[in-house]
């Protein structure tokens, strides 16, 4: 049976939404759901928060949002442990998407380093939504926003396109069209999910 879900893009792809979406639905067909995203909301999570706002080292910025998730995956466990399907708003992709940019400079492969830091301390996700839309398009969806962090400038998110379009592929990543509606793309993650659970 599978239980954890994670669901990533792009800063404005509109997962968020769609999460919500997706667990009023289970809930409705009584399924126990447990919402959840990264940064989390505890010390380490709003620490790491802080980092990203203040342009912070990019090695720490990545060993904090790792350290965040390995605690986190400890919750994630029990839940699922507890017979809950989880709902993970940015999981291990988004560090790799977005931390290798910041490292493309001093790191031959940034991407590979940051998996080799993660391998067998974190979990393995049974499904991963991934909601692709180009930058342009979701920047012209957060643009309302009153502030912007840096990860939302156009160059840094194509860069992090870029990085999604190549980690997203095999069995377990289910690509998306994220400029569907909203009723659509809940419709089809929330079929993937009952048909998996
Ligand atoms: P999030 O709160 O999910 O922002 P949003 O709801 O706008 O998508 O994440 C905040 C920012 O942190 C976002 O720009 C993505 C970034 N991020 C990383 O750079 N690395 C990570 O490992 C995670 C989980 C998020």
């Known amino acids: 049976m599978n239980q954890f879900f994670t669901f990533e893009g792009i800063d404005g792809s509109g997962k968020s939404t769609i999460i919500d979406h997706v667990a009023t639905a289970l809930k409705q067909k009584d399924c126990s759901v447990v919402?959840?995203?990264?940064p989390t909301d505890t010390w380490l999570g709003k620490?790491?928060?802080?980092?990203?706002?203040?342009?912070?080292?990019?090695?720490v910025t990545a060993f904090t949002f790792i350290a965040d998730r390995i605690e986190h995956s400890k919750k994630i466990k029990e839940w699922i442990d507890q017979g809950n399907i989880v709902l993970c708003d940015?999981?291990?992709?988004?560090?790799?998407?977005?931390?290798s940019v910041?490292?493309?400079?001093?790191?031959?492969?940034?991407?590979?380093w940051l998996q080799d830091l993660s391998k067998g301390r974190i979990l393995n996700p049974d499904r991963t939504?991934?909601?692709?839309?180009?930058?342009?398009?979701?920047?012209?969806?957060?643009?309302?926003?009153d502030?912007?962090?840096?990860?939302?400038?156009?160059?840094?998110?194509?860069?992090?396109?870029?990085n999604y379009e190549q980690i997203c592929n095999g069995d377990r990543f289910i690509q998306v069209d994220a400029t569907k509606t909203i009723p659509d793309?809940?419709?089809?993650?929330?079929?993937?999910?009952?048909?998996?659970?």
């Open 129 to 145: 939504f991934y909601f692709r839309i180009t930058p342009e398009k979701a920047l012209s969806r957060i643009q309302h926003r």
């Open 47 to 59: 620490y790491v928060q802080h980092q990203i706002k203040t342009k912070s080292d990019p090695f």
């Open 35 to 38: 919402i959840t995203f990264e």
């Open 147 to 162: 502030e912007l962090i840096f990860f939302e400038q156009q160059s840094f998110l194509r860069k992090v396109h870029n």
């Open 90 to 99: 940015r999981y291990a992709e988004s560090t790799y998407a977005y931390q």
């Open 185 to 197: 793309l809940t419709e089809l993650c929330l079929a993937e999910i009952l048909s998996e659970s």
């Open 102 to 112: 910041q490292l493309e400079k001093t790191l031959k492969n940034p991407i590979k």
